[in-house]
């Protein structure tokens, strides 16, 4: 028996299908949103992105922390299995040793919300130090992260 099962109490179906429906209209507001950042001031920095990423002749490495790695490691997984060469590295891994994986011929995205994630530094650093193209994904405008990137994807403010 574990912890939680003691305070159990019957599902309202009801509430749960309530929910669910707010769940959705605010991805769909993020996704809207995203939308139309691409028809305004992000569609530029994208396609420098997609150019940059075309253009390199290793591997694509992604990286971030908390939820923003969740979402990186499924971005590397999914590129990785449509053919272009790229995995994750946990930042925090990447200050004890896994540094050594990144070479000068890939490039780098690194993903913060407010780009001002210290575990990510270690890496931004690396990158300048070897001149390894780097690619900031964050809402951070003016954050560390997006000052040291080479392309900034700038997200839209939305909820979460």
């Known amino acids: ?5 003691l305070d159990k109490k019957p599902l309202d179906r009801q509430a749960s299908i309530a ?3 707010r769940t959705v209209a605010t991805e769909q507001a993020g996704v809207e949103a995203l939308a ?3 028809e305004n001031g992000l569609a530029a920095p994208f396609a420098q992105a997609v150019e940059m990423i075309s253009g390199i002749e290793g591997r694509l ?9 969740h979402i990186g490691s499924k971005i590397a997984a999914t590129l990785a ?3 272009t060469p790229a995995f994750f590295v946990h930042p925090a891994e990447a200050n004890h040793g896994d ?8 490039a780098i995205i690194a993903m913060s919300w ?11 650093a690396y990158s300048r130090r070897f001149s390894i193209p780097l690619i900031a994904v964050t809402a951070g405008e003016t954050s ?6 080479d392309v900034v994807l700038l997200l839209p403010r939305a909820p979460e």
Request: net charge negative; hydrophobic share 45%.
């Open 19 to 21: 929910s669910a429906l």
């Open 1 to 5: 028996m574990h912890a939680g099962s």
């Open 99 to 106: 540094l050594g994986m990144i070479a000068r011929d890939d």
């Open 81 to 83: 299995s449509t053919g």
């Open 144 to 149: 560390a992260l997006a000052r040291a990137a």
């Open 36 to 38: 139309e950042a691409l």
């Open 114 to 124: 407010s780009g001002e994630s210290k575990e990510l530094m270690g890496i931004v």
């Open 61 to 69: 490495i992604v990286t971030g922390v908390g939820k923003s790695g």
